[in-house]
């Protein structure tokens, strides 16, 4: 994938076990979504806290955010509700839509990439962004993009 390309269509459930579809957003609402390694990381943590007091600049500018990780629905409840994160977090267990959006593996492949999209309301990918160990990096170059 790469800046410019449409988002492709996929699926996933959320925290609460509700139908995610990339397609329900097309035409309708800016969006960012940001792949991270796992819930209780460290890093993820602060990746995800940084996006949680961040958010109101996303919505004020029209945007949803979603965290995405490999994590169980159960997991991600509970991670959700420890650092009181105002978005969804998707549950992506086979890594299909890793795979789709071609988000690379980082530490020699031992880990999952962070790679963080934002995509316009069209489904047009306006900005991909990858660093995996800079966590707050991530918000900067969303919210940066967005504005």
């Known amino acids: 994938m790469k ?3 449409r988002i492709p269509e996929f699926t996933l459930y959320d925290q609460d076990g509700e139908t995610f579809s990339s397609h329900s957003l097309i035409g309708k609402k800016n969006f960012v979504l940001f792949f991270y390694p796992q819930d209780g990381l460290p890093i993820c ?4 806290c940084a996006f949680r007091d961040a958010y109101h600049d996303f919505v004020k ?3 949803e955010v979603f965290g995405v990780s490999s994590d169980s629905e159960t997991v991600h409840k509970k ?4 650092y009181k994160l105002p978005y969804r977090l998707l549950v992506d267990e086979n890594a299909k839509v ?4 071609e988000v690379p593996p980082m530490l020699l492949g ?3 990439g ?3 999209f934002v995509v316009d309301k069209e489904g047009i990918i306006r900005k991909i962004f990858n660093s ?3 966590a707050s990096s991530h918000v900067r170059e969303a919210i940066s993009t967005i504005k």
């Open 3 to 5: 800046v410019g390309d």
């Open 45 to 48: 943590i602060r990746e995800a």
């Open 61 to 63: 500018n029209n945007f």
């Open 79 to 82: 991670f959700k509700r420890t």
């Open 98 to 101: 890793r795979e789709l959006l």
């Open 110 to 112: 031992l880990l999952p």
């Open 114 to 116: 962070r790679v963080t």
């Open 132 to 134: 995996a160990l800079s």
